[in-house]
């Protein structure tokens, strides 16, 4: 019952592309390996003893699946340990879990009330035999080649499965979610291990090929934005396919669409995040590195050395604050910004929040940036320049809003959280232009420099029905998706005149974009993006799962697109050098992190 159920679930609750009938035969036969082993354990057992253990072991690996299932609902990807050891992000999480549940889910552990029936009405079902030792073994063994012919079958369809795998859905689809998840374990007692083991000797190499990749900056950019404070924020889940958009006739955004004919807005900007979500937006413009594969970063390696763009800065003299109305510990943050480089966190406990001002995650990003002034205006009569990062919330899965904040319809569509995106959107739309208000009115915004992104995605591919709708589409295919992870940047620097760039970029470019704009050249300094201003920015924007994009290719789920076109190219040995770049990239950047590589670089030669 346990292998259908999971079959079942793989084809009904987890979206897997399958190509050819082999696939689908691997994805049936994938849980059974895991399933027999361990139920296995049972033919040891007599009397009460077995049904009590195959009981608990269905209900416990039911209770796997069907976590994986409610993650997969909002963030199309599957569970890892170093996720369920985030403990602190639970308690905010409560509200977004929920309405990921539906009472019909109850349903999903139907085969376990068959079971208790069975057991109960027909006992000697499970338990009566005794097997001999014999009929043990054979069984064991019988496991061991179910187990080789399923992994022989998975490396014909997908060579390198186990050594070069970015993406879990490859996993799931060829080893089974449960054997993913003794990978996963094995994983995470590996890269403990790693750091342990590192010496520094894979730097020399790592450098070198930043150093060759390094761009000299623009000429007429450079230093534009010296000793100017920096304002930076954070725009929760904004997706840039509302800007400049309607909604029934409506501008979305019609805020942020003036404030980019005065800005630097980049259309062709990616977010790079991976299961860290916001946390690894954070540390792709601090530290112009690529997330982890698994997990958050902020918790994995809040221990490590980085070298970061707060750290620069404070390095030059500014004051360096972080500001954002949650808990300190979400996403480990109280630990991680001190090792980031941040003076000060201003976070809940700093701000007046209560029933009235707050809807969803927390405070009302319109409170909070109104609440925010007085902690901007502290920086700034220390009298150096500051560093100060917002990080917004309204706009947050589950897009809840009371009815005397929205100013524009919902959607409508079989998508609540879509239908109601747009409200907040508009909600944020707001907020970001009472913020630039005050920073006027504040005197602050004439020498500031307003740096503004959408940290990752609002809309995820769950909802790519409605998706269709509001595009006015047929359907989202693999090829749209990846463009849907466009996010807005924009860049406000005193006196310049508008301008749209429309070089395919990514947050990984943040740092030595901003730096070299601050006229801090990053030169030497190990870092995997480039500034966007550079006259010789390659255009090639990597994903945390492998897939990337450049000017002419979309590149995911193994997959070459033109971008053109959005035809397929068979031929993918045409975009070869970028396929192993975007490899070799977040391979780099992996072994930084696991190794805590940065560590071995002298003080006295770090940018
Ligand atoms: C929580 C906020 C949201 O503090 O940054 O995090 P997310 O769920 O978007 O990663
Ligand atoms: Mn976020």
Redesign the pocket.
């Known amino acids: 019952m346990l292998w259908i159920k999971t079959y079942i679930t793989y084809k009904v609750s987890f979206d897997i592309d399958i190509e050819n009938g082999m696939q689908e035969f691997i994805l049936f036969i994938n849980p059974l390996c895991f399933l027999m082993f361990i139920f296995g354990f049972g033919l040891f057992m007599k009397d009460k003893r077995r049904p009590t253990y195959i009981f608990a072991v269905s209900l416990i690996v039911s209770a796997i699946l069907y976590g994986n299932v409610v993650y997969y609902r909002e963030f199309t990807d599957f569970l890892t340990i170093p996720l369920l050891k985030q403990t602190s992000n639970m308690g ?1 999480l409560g509200s977004s879990i929920l309405t990921l549940m539906s009472p019909w889910d109850i349903l999903f552990f139907v085969d376990l009330l068959i079971l208790g029936l069975v057991m109960k009405f027909k006992p000697s079902f499970v338990v009566n035999k005794t097997y001999s030792k014999v009929n043990r073994r054979v069984y064991f063994l019988l496991v061991v080649a179910i187990g080789f012919f399923n992994l022989g079958l998975a490396e014909t369809e997908r060579p390198e499965l186990l050594t070069r795998t970015f993406d879990r859905e490859m996993l799931v689809k060829n080893i089974g979610t449960y054997n993913y998840h003794l990978y996963d374990a094995y994983l995470a007692t590996k890269t403990s291990a790693q750091r342990a083991l590192a010496d520094g000797s894979e730097l020399a190499e790592i450098e070198n090929y930043s150093n060759a990749n390094y761009k000299e900056p623009n000429k007429e950019t450079f230093g534009i934005a010296k000793n100017k404070n920096v304002i930076l924020v954070s725009l ?2 904004l997706q840039n396919f509302v800007i400049n958009n309607t909604l029934y006739g409506e501008e979305i955004t019609p805020f942020l669409n003036k404030f980019i004919k005065e800005s630097y807005y980049f259309d062709n900007f990616y977010h790079q995040v991976g299961q ?4 690894d937006s954070e540390f792709l413009l601090e530290n112009s590195l690529y997330p982890i594969g698994r997990g958050s970063v902020f918790f994995t390696h809040s221990q490590n050395e980085y070298t970061t763009f707060a750290e620069t800065l404070r390095a030059k003299g500014y004051s360096t604050a972080a500001l ?1 109305a ?1 808990n300190k510990s ?2 480990n ?1 109280d630990v991680m910004y001190k090792a980031l480089g941040y003076d000060r966190y201003y976070n809940i406990d700093d701000y007046d929040v209560n029933e009235q001002n707050s809807v969803g ?1 927390g405070l009302k990003d319109k409170d909070f940036l109104k609440q925010s002034i007085a902690h901007l205006k502290e920086l700034e009569a220390k009298g150096s320049p500051f560093y100060a990062k917002f ?1 917004t ?1 309204t706009n ?2 589950p897009y809840t809003l009371g009815e005397e904040d929205a100013t524009i319809g919902k959607f409508d569509s079989n998508s609540k959280t879509l239908n109601n995106y747009f409200q907040t959107v508009r909600y944020m739309d707001e907020a970001i232009e009472q913020f630039i208000n005050d920073l006027k009115t504040e005197g602050l915004y004439d020498n500031s420099i307003i740096v503004m992104y959408g ?2 995605y609002g809309i995820s591919e769950n909802h790519n029905v409605a998706m269709a709708k509001y595009l006015n589409k047929d359907s989202i295919t693999a090829f749209d998706s990846a463009q849907l992870q466009k996010v807005p940047l924009i860049i406000h620097v005193p006196g310049q005149k508008g301008q749209v760039i429309s070089k395919v970029s990514g947050q990984i470019d943040l740092k030595p974009t901003l730096l070299d704009l601050l006229g801090i050249d990053s030169k030497g300094s190990i870092q995997l993006g480039s500034d966007i201003f550079s006259n010789d920015k390659l255009e090639f924007t990597v994903f945390r799962d492998g897939s990337f994009i450049t000017k002419d290719y979309v590149y995911t789920s193994e997959t070459l697109y033109d971008k053109a076109t959005g035809e397929v190219i068979p031929d993918k040995s045409v975009a070869k050098p970028y396929i192993d770049k975007a490899q070799q990239e977040l391979e780099y950047s992996d072994k930084i992190i696991y190794g805590d590589l940065l560590r071995f670089i002298e003080s006295g030669q770090k940018k």
Do not use: A, Q, V, Y
Not at 276 to 279: A, I, V, W
């Open positions: 905010d929760e889940s860290g979500k916001t946390s954002h949650n979400f996403w943050r995650w990080i919330l947050h899965h940290d990752h």
